[in-house]
C-alpha cells in the first residue's frame, strides 16, 4: 500500500515530538497501520532552530498556507495553535480540498468546529482531534467509539494540568495562588501568561468538544459558564480538607432532565474520590455511560510525549481508513443544545466570608442568594460529591 503523506505545520513542543514519535516508532508504526507515514513537508516560521530531532530529511514549506496546495497530500497536522489566523486558515484551505487535518488546537475547535466539521464532511475529509482534548488521555476514542453504545449521563474532567499542579501544590505547602504560580512559571508549567489556564479557558474549550461529543450537540463555546482558581486561597485549600474534599478545577457537563448542565469552576469533591486523587500536572476524565456505568481516564494532559502520542494515533487512524464523524455523528444530526437553567440546579456549596467557611445542604440559587445576601464577600464553589 502507498504511504500516507503528511504535512506538519508547527515544529515547535508538540510538533517536534510528532516527529520524535514518527521517527522512533517508524517500525511499529508502519507494521500497526499496514503502510508507511511519509512526511512530504514541515513548516515553522524558524527553519535554524534546534528542535532535538533530525530535521534534514525534509522539505520545508517557507509559508503554512503552502502546505494545502501539495499534490497528493492525504492530511496536514496542523499544530501551530491559536483560534483564529493561520491555524484557522489552514485548516479551512485542507478540509476545503478533501485533505484531512489533524490538530492539538482546542481553541480552533471550540470556536469553529461545527464549521470545519461540516466542511470535512462536504469534501470527504476527516478531522483528527485527539490531542486538543487532555493531552495523552484517548478520551475523543473512548466516548466515539468505545463507549458509542452508550448514552452518556455526565462527563467530568480535571482538563488542565497547570492549575492541578498549582492547586496541588497549595494544598501540599500551605502557600498561596500567586506564590505557586510565580514557581510554577519559572519551573515552565506555566506560562508567561497563564490567563487562558488560571482562568479556565482552556478548560472550557476542551468541555465544550467533550460536551458536543458525548451529548450529540452542536459544539457552543460561549454557553460556557466559566470561573478560574485565581481566588483560591492556601486557607480554602486548608478548609476543604478539613471537610474531607479537595479543591479541582472541574469542567462539568451533566444531563439535567431534558436538558445539559455545563460549567467550569473550582469545585470540591471528596479526598478519596478517583477525581480527588487525581494530583499534580496530571489530568483525569471520568463519564458515565447507561450501560458501562463509571468509566475514568486518567494520564498526562499535556507535554511533547504525551501530547504527540495522541497525534500521532490519530494519523494512524485516519492512514488506516477509519471512517468517523468528528463528533460521532455527522453534523445535521448534532442537535441545538438545551442549556439548563442555573436556577434550577440544587447542589452542596462551599461558602468561605471573613475566616469562616462552612458547606451547606442542598440547596437551589435563590436559597444560596439568601444564604449569602448579608455576607461581606463571600467565595462560593460547588460541592461535587461524585
Ligand atoms: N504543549 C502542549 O503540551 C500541548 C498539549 C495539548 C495541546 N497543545 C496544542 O498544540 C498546539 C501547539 O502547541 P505547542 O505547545 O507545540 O506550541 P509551540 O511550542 O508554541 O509551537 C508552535 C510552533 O508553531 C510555530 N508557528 C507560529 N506561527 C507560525 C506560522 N505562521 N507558520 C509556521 N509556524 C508557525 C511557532 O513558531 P514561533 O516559536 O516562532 O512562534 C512554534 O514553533 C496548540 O494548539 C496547543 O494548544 C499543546
Redesign the pocket.
Known amino acids: 500500500m502507498k504511504p500516507y503523506r503528511i504535512a506538519i505545520?508547527?515544529?515547535?513542543?508538540?510538533?517536534a515530538g510528532v516527529i520524535e514519535n514518527l521517527q522512533s516508532n517508524a517500525e511499529l508504526i508502519e507494521a500497526r497501520t499496514g503502510r508507511a507515514i511519509e512526511i512530504v513537508a514541515i513548516?515553522?516560521?524558524?527553519q535554524d532552530s534546534n528542535r532535538g530531532v533530525d530535521l534534514a530529511c525534509y522539505d520545508w514549506a517557507d509559508d503554512?498556507g503552502w502546505l494545502a496546495d501539495i499534490d497528493g497530500l492525504d492530511a496536514i497536522v496542523e499544530?501551530?495553535?491559536?483560534s483564529e489566523g493561520?491555524?484557522y486558515d489552514l485548516a479551512k484551505a485542507a478540509l476545503g480540498k478533501g485533505v484531512s487535518i489533524v490538530?492539538?488546537?482546542?481553541?480552533?475547535l471550540a470556536h469553529h468546529g461545527f464549521e470545519l466539521a461540516a466542511l470535512a464532511e462536504k469534501n470527504g475529509a476527516r478531522v483528527g482531534y485527539e490531542?486538543?482534548v487532555a493531552?495523552g488521555i484517548p478520551i475523543i476514542k473512548a466516548l466515539r467509539e468505545g463507549l458509542a453504545g452508550n448514552e452518556v449521563g455526565s462527563i467530568y474532567g480535571i482538563l488542565n494540568g497547570t492549575c492541578n499542579y498549582i492547586l496541588t501544590a497549595m494544598r501540599e505547602t500551605g502557600a498561596d495562588f500567586a506564590d505557586i504560580l510565580k514557581e510554577a512559571q519559572e519551573k515552565g508549567y506555566a506560562e508567561a501568561d497563564p490567563s487562558f489556564d488560571v482562568d479556565g479557558v482552556d478548560t472550557a474549550h476542551k468541555l465544550c468538544l467533550l460536551t458536543s461529543l458525548a451529548f450529540g450537540v452542536q459544539p457552543d463555546f460561549k454557553a460556557i459558564e466559566t470561573k478560574g482558581i485565581r481566588e483560591i486561597t492556601g486557607a480554602d485549600i486548608k478548609a476543604a480538607q478539613e471537610f474531607g474534599y479537595r479543591i479541582k478545577l472541574l469542567g462539568v457537563a451533566k444531563r439535567q432532565g431534558g436538558a445539559i448542565f455545563q460549567s467550569v469552576e473550582p469545585c470540591l469533591v471528596p479526598a478519596d474520590s478517583s477525581l480527588g486523587g487525581v494530583e499534580d500536572s496530571y489530568n483525569a476524565v471520568f463519564a458515565e455511560g447507561d450501560f458501562v456505568e463509571k468509566v475514568l481516564m486518567t494520564g498526562r494532559g499535556?507535554?511533547?510525549k504525551p501530547?504527540a502520542s495522541a497525534v500521532v494515533g490519530d494519523i494512524i487512524d485516519l492512514a488506516k481508513g477509519l471512517d468517523t464523524p468528528m463528533f460521532g455523528v455527522t453534523t445535521d444530526k448534532l442537535t441545538k443544545p438545551v442549556w439548563a437553567d442555573a436556577g434550577q440546579i440544587k447542589s452542596r456549596y462551599y461558602i468561605r466570608a471573613g475566616g469562616d467557611a462552612q458547606i451547606t445542604e442542598e440547596i437551589g440559587k435563590a436559597e444560596l442568594e439568601a444564604l449569602t445576601d448579608k455576607l461581606d464577600s463571600p467565595y462560593i464553589m460547588r460541592v461535587e460529591d461524585l
Do not use: E
Open positions: 505545520a508547527g515544529l515547535g513542543t508538540v510538533g513548516c515553522d516560521r524558524d503554512a499544530l501551530i495553535g491559536g493561520i491555524a490538530t492539538a488546537n482546542k481553541a480552533l490531542a486538543a493531552g499535556a507535554g511533547r501530547t
